[in-house]
Antibody, heavy 123, light 113 residues
Framework: QLQLQESGPGLVKPSETLSLTCTVS??????????WGWIRQPPGKGLEWIGT???????YYSPSLKSRLTISLDTSKNQFSLNLRSVIAADTAVYYC???????????????WGQGTLVTVSS | DIVMTQSPDSLAVSLGERATINCKSS????????????LGWYQQKPGQPPKLLIY???TRASGVPERFSGSGSGTDFTLTISSLQAEDVAVYYC?????????FGGGTKVEIK
């Protein structure tokens, strides 16, 4: 059974880098049929897709975050990670990692999701 | 980019009654070569991560009760809960996956009347 778990600091200072890791069990991050993605949810608000990485390392980023974003695989630890640079208060959110169904080489729906981790941007 | 617009923002339904949630995309998410609508629905209960309910607009995910159904094609979609149960109180989101922007709708909150 595929399971994902986010980890990382709960508090990040403005202008610094937000770094999160998602540990995957039940599948290999470096083989199909799954892609791996990040989604965030500001307190009391809706869902925003951040970005996705395929098992071959191809990345897909939200245009609004692309200039500050890096998503990568760590195959030795069966993890994938998120780095968001130059954070501001508006980046405060619950961050979820999720597994994507792959269809014809592209990411589709998210299933399953991790439990999520709250990251607060504040000095 | 495709914009996903859900309506209403919230609704209150009596136990056992039907709940209907709408999702409209700014452009068609129907892919003509395979005649599939690239649209999914999620349920998010308070304090929990979202859970996949429906994919390909109308296919229920594993373990999802039959009272949940998805319909529609092109730009207009509906999630129906045929007989609302107390455990269905949640926020429901649609998501397109035709593009690699993977846009979510704004969410619809379902409560008990």
């Amino acid at each position: 059974q595929l399971q994902l778990q986010e980890s990382g600091p709960g508090l990040v200072k403005p202008s610094e880098t937000l770094s999160l890791t998602c540990t995957v069990s039940g599948a290999s991050v470096s083989s199909g049929p799954y892609f791996w993605g990040w989604i965030r949810q500001p307190p009391g608000k809706g869902l925003e897709w951040i970005g996705t990485i395929s098992y071959t390392g191809t990345t897909y980023y939200s245009p609004s975050l692309k200039s500050r974003l890096t998503i990568s695989l760590d195959t030795s630890k069966n993890q994938f990670s998120l780095n968001l640079r130059s954070v501001i208060a508006a980046d405060t959110a619950v961050y979820y990692c999720g597994g994507h169904e792959e269809d014809n080489g592209y990411p589709r729906w998210f299933d399953p999701w991790g439990q999520g981790t709250l990251v607060t941007v504040s000095s | 980019d495709i914009v996903m617009t859900q309506s209403p923002d919230s609704l209150a339904v009596s136990l056992g009654e039907r709940a209907t949630i709408n999702c409209k995309s700014s452009q068609s998410v129907l892919y003509s070569p395979n005649n599939k609508d690239y649209l999914g629905w999620y349920q998010q209960k308070p304090g929990q991560p979202p859970k996949l309910l429906i994919y390909w607009a109308s296919t229920r995910a594993s373990g999802v009760p039959e009272r949940f159904s998805g319909s529609g094609s092109g730009t207009d979609f509906t999630l129906t809960i045929s007989s609302l149960q107390a455990e269905d109180v949640a926020v429901y989101y649609c998501q397109e996956y035709l593009t690699t922007r993977l846009t979510f709708g704004g969410g619809t909150k379902v409560e008990i009347k």
